[in-house]
């Protein structure tokens, strides 16, 4: 771009707003501006007339009315009764469900395949790359219901577990019951609880937390705060001496000891699934619209991920692998310190982004009927009130903050991991 | 001591490399046993074929292909192989292909959904293969847009032709007005015109056409459109209203127009930041609020509006990548040269930021169509609405395996093939930037 530095000789004409650098950027800024602002302006008069014919004027009142639907999977308690407000937020809870478990399974499988995937066994390597494609190529939504119609179709009703000589029998111990209704799972159970607090009285936010549950983190995070302090002193004396004191089982000790005496205390036992009447109780039931959900996000994000960890893992350049062999490193070990180290800085900014997209993804969720915030605001909330302009708009909004709290995290995280540069 | 020394006067014959490095055994020692963990991973994964194979291979091929209801099919089977579980019905895929293709349009009108397909075929090989065909088919390309929606849609053949008439008057616009009175307020009064030809001149002229020479051919409802032929118009309006969309969004967010960039900004990051449902949800529910009291156009061309803007928000990402990746010294160049902004994002910028980015926008492009699949949450009968409302059918109730294989194949073919075409450009373009 030209610019001048002397003032200009000339006076101002009109034609100058268009001709002149100096004076263009302001002009296409201003009419960009007000191009925007009539637009919106227009939009927003549209719909206000609009809502006006159809007698609804914008109002978020409906929110305290009460949903008058229930929902099945769910974290917190929740009945009929409870108001719309309550409906969207399980709706929300369940989709963080969904999302983390997807996240942490996908990473998971990701790395896995993605190392395999680089395998010098041929035959691993095409059976990674065939994996890859298949789930690459094919829409998530046809995944997901899929997931959904083989569960539901393929497994053992409740009623196949009953009689003499069952059909089906529970696996691992009798201690999960895979039916077609959904997986149920031990819960875990305390003789002498410590309790629930109570947040938020009786409103629509109100929230339960576990007591046991605090202790038990509050004891896990103290025992690998202590580990690491040991971890820190043996490398001092490493450093000192050059000999490492041997300290995985105090490690080992000072995370585990803490907790099984504190379950030991709280009288921890699990709760079984049993089977009464027509359908098991007891236990954690997940039904199939979370698990195919699950399933069929991590399997299709783990795709993904995988070529991303593999690209990563190319972009580190083969002469860091033959130092690290030359100084003597192991295979294992070459990849923990040396590679995957640095192919980290590569892979996470492209991992954001695949968490983000499980994360939208997960509102696909409607297409097998599990209940997260597109089901409950976006879904039966907003068909039996007909706002659809309210629910829709704060549907966007709550998604758009998860996204952003999301790629904050994660940019945070990727900030710290960086190569410092000048 | 004697000077007798040995010298060897012939060479001996070359000999062949041992027999287990070369060939088919050398390979496999290679690749498949070059150590213990290596043995004990083939055997593995031999195994894991194995029982991927024998159970997928019988199920494909032991099957039937002329049932027309589930229940025949498992009699059939329960006859010939004593069990009805384990093989495929095809039947559901030879009773219902041309609706999962089609959807519910008129079946003595298939000739024209067949040949608008090719027509986009022979549309894009100017494009995709430049260099292979003729130079002539530009025009057949330049003539697409307006002959596609006339071929699926129907009606009179005036309405297409008036609204191609717009670029005429653009472009002849533009040629004269340049003349007397400079680049700028040609290109300015051009669009203008062309903007108010549109808006309130073609409808009319259009009309008058109609009612003095009524050439047309049978028009089809929007809602009779459906199945994979729609998940193909949806993706190929998006990827390609979305390249252009995306560049001038990119550009946007890399000006230095502070306004201008943070309306860009504001909109790729709004688009990115909801999923492409809520944005459906809108196309279906709200577009009609947002606009003039009494608008009521087409769910299909809403579906269209909102799937070209949230992919123009990520393509706008991905180019936005390419530009980033420009060395400076390009930039430079181009103003060194006293080529004005846009010559330079033309000649200089853009091809560069392009191709660098092809594998980007191809997996954009990608991923585009497979979401055109989530319009049947919405309500339109796309493959996977028509495959649910198959199982619905008495006939097909419990059948699902044959009917997702068979949706599989079709997104698979289309998807891997745009995957192996953007291999085949990075390779074509390649200039050597690559060590």
Known sequence: MTTLTDPPKESFRLSMLIYDTRYRSATIQVVALMGFMLLAAWLISNTLTNLETLGKPISLAFFTEPASYDINQRLLEYDSRDSHLRAAFIGLLNTLVVAVLGCITATILGVLIGVLRLSKNWLVARIMTVYVEMFRNVPVLLWIVLAMAVLIESLPSPRAFRGENPEATMSLFDTVAVTNRGVYIPEALFHNSLGNIHLFGQSSMRFDISLDLVAFLVVLIAGLFVSNKIKQRADKVQEETGERPTTWWQRLAVVFVPIVILLAILGFHLGYPELKGFNFSGGTHMRNSLIALWLALSLYTAAFIAEIVRGGILAISHGQTEAAGALGLRQGRIMSLVVLPQALRVIIPPMISNYLNLTKNSSLAIAVGYMDITGTLGGITMNQTGRELECVVLLMGVYLLISLSISFVMNWYNKRVALVER | ?435
């Not at chain 2, 030879?94 to 003595?108: A, H, I, S, V």
């Not at chain 2, 803007?309 to 393509?315: E, I, K, N, P, V």
Request: with cysteine; net charge neutral.
């Open chain 2, 1 to 435: 001591m004697s000077d007798k020394s040995f010298v060897r006067t012939e060479m001996l014959p070359e000999l062949d490399p041992p027999a287990s490095t070369v060939g088919i055994v050398g390979w496999m020692r290679e690749n498949l046993f070059s150590s213990v963990v290596n043995s004990i991973l083939t055997v593995v994964s031999l195994g894991f074929i194995f029982y991927i194979l024998a159970g997928l291979l019988p199920w494909i091929f032991q099957s039937e292909w002329g049932a027309t209801s589930l229940t025949e099919c498992r009699e059939i089977f329960n006859e010939k192989y004593g069990t009805s579980h384990g093989h495929a019905c095809w039947g559901v895929v030879n009773d219902r292909w041309l609706q999962l293709l089609y959807g519910f349009y008129p079946d003595y009108l298939y000739w024209r959904v067949n040949l608008a397909l090719v027509l986009t075929l022979a549309a894009l090989a100017p494009i995709l293969f430049a260099e292979k065909a003729p130079r002539q088919m530009i025009y057949l390309t330049m003539a697409y847009p307006f002959l596609m929606p006339w071929l699926l849609w129907g009606g009179s053949i005036w309405g297409p032709i008036c609204a191609a008439a717009g670029f005429v008057v653009i472009f002849f616009g533009y040629r004269f007005v340049t003349n007397i009175a400079g680049s700028l307020v040609g290109l300015i009064v051009s669009v203008l015109a062309g903007i108010i030809w549109w808006m309130f001149i073609a409808g009319t002229v259009a009309s008058g056409l109609e009612s003095v020479l009524n050439i047309g051919i049978e028009a089809v409802e929007s809602r009779k459109f459906g199945g994979f032929m729609l998940a193909l118009l949806l993706g190929i309006v998006a990827i390609g209203c979305s390249l252009p969309l995306g560049i001038l969004l990119a550009l946007g967010r890399q000006s230095d127009l502070l306004i201008v960039k943070t309306i860009c900004v504001g909109f790729i990051e709004f688009i990115r930041g909801v999923p492409l449902i809520t944005l459906l949800f809108v196309a279906s529910l709200l577009l009609n609020v947002f606009l003039p009291p009494g608008t009521n156009f087409d769910i299909i061309l809403r579906v269209m509006i909102m799937m070209t803007l949230f992919s123009a928000a990520y393509m706008a990402e991905t180019i936005r990548g390419g530009l980033a990746a420009l060395p400076k010294g390009q930039y430079e160049g181009a103003d060194s040269l006293g080529l004005n902004y846009w010559q330079a994002q033309r000649l200089i910028i853009m091809p560069q930021a392009l191709k660098i980015s092809i594998p980007g926008i191809v997996s954009n492009f990608i991923g585009i169509f497979k979401d055109t699949t989530l319009v049947s949450i919405i309500g339109l009968f796309d493959v996977i609405g028509l495959s649910t409302a198959i199982r619905a059918d008495t006939a097909w109730n419990g059948i699902y395996w044959e009917l997702f294989a068979f949706i599989a194949v079709l997104f698979f073919i289309v998807c891997f093939s745009m995957s192996r075409y953007s291999m085949y450009l990075e390779r074509k373009l390649q200039t050597g930037h690559k060590r």
